[in-house]
Antibody, heavy 118, light 108 residues
Framework: EVQLVESGGGLVQPGGSLRLSCAAS????????MSWVRQAPGKGLEWVSV???????YYADSVKGRFTISRHNSKNTLYLQMNSLRAEDTAVYYC????????????WGQGTLVTVSS | EIVMTQSPATLSVSPGERATLSCRAS??????LAWYQQKPGQAPRLLIY???TRATGIPARFSGSGSGTEFTLTISSLQSEDFAVYYC??????????FGQGTKLEIK
């Protein structure tokens, strides 16, 4: 059974850093494209970043230069390092697997809340 | 950036009736359009991809149609568990996917 479990969210001050983790089971993270998608409170969904199976990474303009997506193959875990956090980064962050046939997010984690506030 | 616009923002429908949700793209996305369902406190759930292909385990009462810039999600006979927020997503401009703002489907 495919499962994604995020952790690492919490309250952080503006300008601070946080690292989110997404532990996967039932499939191999490094063999798939993996995404982060966020949702601000009461708002819609926003794509944040993706890492390809080959290691290439891409970011939304809103986080480029501040966020870094990575993975640990032996731990089968995806990460999102978030630096220089801003109030507008406050959101629930979801990790999701990208289906290699359909190119859509077919499995999602339950999400982890990041709150940026002083 | 491809902007996705969903309508209406809120749709009130009685159980057993048909619901029709719309999604419009600011430029053609071919058939690279997905629909997700999200219930309060839960992650989004993939319903439809390729504009009209149901994801694994999705009931036949959910159907998608359209191509180019105009898309529709139809739920043929609403069940109580279908009341939720629905999002469309274009993935034609991969990896810079964009989502619509959502349509809340509520019980009339």
């Amino acid at each position: 059974e495919v499962q994604l479990v995020e952790s690492g969210g919490g309250l952080v001050q503006p300008g601070g850093s946080l690292r989110l983790s997404c532990a996967a089971s039932g499939f191999t993270v490094s063999s798939n494209y993996m995404s982060w998608v966020r949702q601000a409170p009461g708002k819609g969904l926003e794509w944040v970043s993706v890492i390809y199976s080959g290691g290439s990474t891409y970011y939304a303009d809103s986080v480029k230069g501040r966020f870094t997506i990575s993975r640990h193959n032996s731990k089968n875990t995806l990460y999102l390092q978030m630096n220089s956090l801003r109030a507008e980064d406050t959101a629930v962050y979801y990790c999701a697997r990208v289906n290699s046939s359909s190119w859509v997010n077919d499995y999602w984690g339950q999400g982890t809340l990041v709150t940026v506030s002083s | 950036e491809i902007v996705m616009t969903q309508s209406p923002a809120t749709l009130s429908v009685s159980p057993g009736e048909r619901a029709t949700l719309s999604c419009r793209a600011s430029q053609s996305v071919s058939s690279n359009l997905a629909w997700y369902q999200q219930k309060p406190g839960q992650a989004p759930r993939l319903l439809i991809y390729g504009a009209s292909t149901r994801a694994t385990g999705i009931p036949a009462r959910f159907s998608g149609s359209g191509s180019g810039t105009e898309f529709t999600l139809t739920i043929s006979s609403l069940q109580s568990e279908d009341f939720a927020v629905y999002y469309c997503q274009q993935y034609n401009n991969w990896p810079w996917d964009t989502f619509g703002q959502g349509t809340k489907l509520e019980i009339k």
